[in-house]
T-cell receptor
Framework: DAGVIQSPRHEVTEMGQEVTLRCKPI?????LFWYRQTMMRGLELLIY??????IDDSGMPEDRFSAKMPNASFSTLKIQPSEPRDSAVYFC??????WGAGANVLTFGAGSRLTVL | AQSVAQPEDQVNVAEGNPLTVKCTYS??????LFWYVQYPNRGLQFLLK??????LVKGSYGFEAEFNKSQTSFHLKKPSALVSDSALYFC???????????FGKGTRLSVIA
């Protein structure tokens, strides 16, 4: 398996533009997580899905952020409009579907580094 | 609510010396505890986990961690550090495995030759 695949790896955009980050989880992993990493706040959970259904989006900072998972092999995180404070590394991670002893062993993608000017 | 504290932003150790990276946690319920490592420009990688049983758990690359319930700690250790261990280390906690992981802010480990 190629692991969790994220694109783009780097994105530089101007304030006010729409940004779409993409993620392909590992096949068979039914849980998908979006995290944001910054120097100031560390690693923050934005939203997670189980079986393509959003379970908890309380970490999404504002209405400018939205996430979808139309099928088991694809998810997007969209920021519209983008602002300089959104600059961060955004990670997608996936895991096996069952909670418990096998859970929480996340496989992370390489991340998407977003810079908003 | 669940939370994790990593009291040290940076840990420096000489190659060949033992290393410890500290972590304390706070949860309402049974903690499931994890360590992840992040190398430059990479995503986090799973190192080891504590669910139940033996308080000393062994993981990848010779790392181990000790669960201490009375001190609510889960420190990461390695008997002999390598320069290649230099990376950013994250402690994380879940409540009984039924909640998403909450990560600490990370500790940067620097192993000096």
């Amino acid at each position: 398996d190629a692991g969790v695949i994220q694109s783009p790896r780097h994105e530089v955009t101007e304030m006010g533009q729409e940004v779409t980050l993409r993620c392909k989880p590992i096949s068979g992993h039914n849980s998908l997580f979006w995290y944001r990493q910054t120097m100031m706040r560390g690693l923050e959970l934005l939203i997670y899905f189980n079986n393509n259904v959003p379970i908890d989006d309380s970490g999404m900072p504002e209405d400018r952020f939205s996430a979808k998972m139309p099928n088991a092999s694809f998810s997007t995180l969209k920021i519209q409009p983008s602002e300089p404070r959104d600059s961060a590394v955004y990670f997608c991670a996936s895991s096996l579907p069952d909670w418990g002893a096998g859970a929480n062993v996340l496989t992370f993608g390489a991340g998407s580094r977003l810079t908003v000017l | 609510a669940q939370s994790v504290a990593q009291p040290e932003d940076q840990v420096n150790v000489a190659e060949g010396n033992p290393l410890t990276v500290k972590c304390t946690y706070s949860v309402s319920g049974n903690p499931y505890l994890f360590w992840y490592v992040q190398y430059p420009n990479r995503g986090l990688q799973f190192l080891l986990k504590y669910i139940t049983g033996d308080n000393l758990v062994k993981g990848s690359y010779g790392f181990e961690a000790e669960f201490n319930k009375s001190q609510t700690s889960f420190h990461l250790k390695k008997p002999s550090a390598l320069v290649s261990d230099s990376a950013l280390y994250f402690c994380a906690v879940s409540v009984s495995g039924n909640t998403p992981l909450v990560f600490g802010k990370g500790t940067r480990l620097s192993v000096i030759a």
